[in-house]
Each structure stands twice: as C-alpha cells, then as structure tokens.
C-alpha cells in the first residue's frame, strides 16, 4: 500500500509560478514510477508528467514541456512539480499517481492521492 499526499496547490496568476509536493508513505515508494495527472473541469483527468523510479526518466506532455519539471527524493518519499510560466487553461485539480511499472506511469496507476487545487488568473 502506498498513501499519497498532495500539497502546494492554490491561486496564481498567469505566467507565475507554484510548485506542488507529493509525500508517499507505505512501502518501497523507490520501486514505483510516479506521475503527475490534472482535471479541468468537465475535462477527462490528462497526464501532465511521469517519471522513472529512479528518477532518471521524465515524459511531459506537449502543453506542459519546457514549463514544467518533475522531480522526486526517494530518500524523502517526496515527488515534486515545479510550474512555471502558468496559463489560465493549467487550472485544474492536480493528483499524484504511484504505479508499479517503473519506468512511466501508465493510464491506470495503482495508488491516487486526493488532489490538490491550482487555479490560475488572467
């Protein structure tokens, strides 16, 4: 079992900046690959950004790429999304995802945090 817990979310305007946090408990969170997935609403949940469980691998999506980073410290059991550069259409709830295929969260993961808000303004 692993628990997830999203934190950092809120109120920005566009083309700030605002970094969410992810701290998993439970086991062998360094054997997992974890993602970064929003929903818009009346959107379907989109992936944003997966990485390896070393850390080593990153995949974006196209709307994110060269504005957003993933990053993680297994040895804190945290996952990070750094976001710059932030549009009014990045308004979402942002979860964090586990997944035991190690290399790239899949579109199923098997762990979800709760998500966190971000909102951005015009």
């Known amino acids: 079992q692993v628990q997830l817990i999203e934190s950092g979310g809120g109120l920005v305007q566009a083309g700030g900046s605002l970094s969410l946090s992810c701290a998993a408990s439970?086991?062998?969170?360094?054997?997992?690959?974890m993602g970064w997935f929003r929903q818009a609403p009346g959107k379907e949940r989109e992936i944003v950004a997966s990485?390896?469980?070393?850390?080593?691998?990153?995949v974006y999506a196209d709307s994110v790429k060269g504005r957003f980073t993933i990053s993680r410290d297994n040895a804190k059991n945290t996952l990070s999304l750094q976001m710059n550069s932030l549009k009014v259409e990045d308004t979402a709830v942002y979860y964090c995802?586990?997944?035991?295929?190690?290399?790239?969260?899949?579109?199923?993961?098997?762990?979800w945090g709760q998500g966190t808000q971000v909102t951005v303004s015009s």
């Open positions: 439970g086991r062998s969170f360094d054997t997992y690959s």
């Open positions: 995802a586990a997944d035991r295929m190690r290399v790239r969260v899949t579109a199923a993961p098997d762990y």
């Open positions: 990485i390896s469980w070393s850390g080593g691998t990153t």
